[in-house]
Nanobody, 125 residues
Framework: QVQVVESGGGSVQTGGSLRLSCEVSGLTYDSYCLGWFRQAPGKEREGVAVIGSDDYIGYVKSVRGRFTISLDSSKNTLYLQMNNLQPEDTAKYFC???????????????????WGQGTQVTVSS
């Protein structure tokens, strides 16, 4: 059974940084696709970043150059380092996991079988 638990959200001012963590248990690291999504009030859930077992890394355009996704498989933990945060980054952030060999279509939430409960990120101006 795969379990996904996020942590690390909080409130920061514009330009600040946060690092989100996601502990993923029960997943074998020979085949996976691990993603971060976010959902702001009144908006659809949006794919933010992904990392795959084939070394694929992807980002939504709005966070490129500011966010970095990484995986420490020895700790079963996925990270999202978020720098230069902007008010439009305010959302609930979710970690998602799937046993896929590739991350094709990574930005579509229906690709992922396992989801965390989310962690809130609030950026004030």
């Amino acid at each position: 059974q795969v379990q996904v638990v996020e942590s690390g959200g909080g409130s920061v001012q514009t330009g600040g940084s946060l690092r989100l963590s996601c502990e993923v248990s029960g997943l074998t690291y020979d085949s996976y696709c691990l993603g971060w999504f976010r959902q702001a009030p009144g908006k659809e859930r949006e794919g933010v970043a992904v990392i795959g077992s084939d070394d694929y890394i992807g980002y939504v355009k709005s966070v490129r150059g500011r966010f970095t996704i990484s995986l420490d498989s020895s700790k079963n933990t996925l990270y999202l380092q978020m720098n230069n945060l902007q008010p439009e980054d305010t959302a609930k952030y979710f970690c998602a996991a799937d046993r896929s060999r590739t991350c094709m279509g990574w930005a579509h939430e229906e690709k992922y079988s396992y989801w965390g409960q989310g962690t809130q990120v609030t950026v004030s101006s």
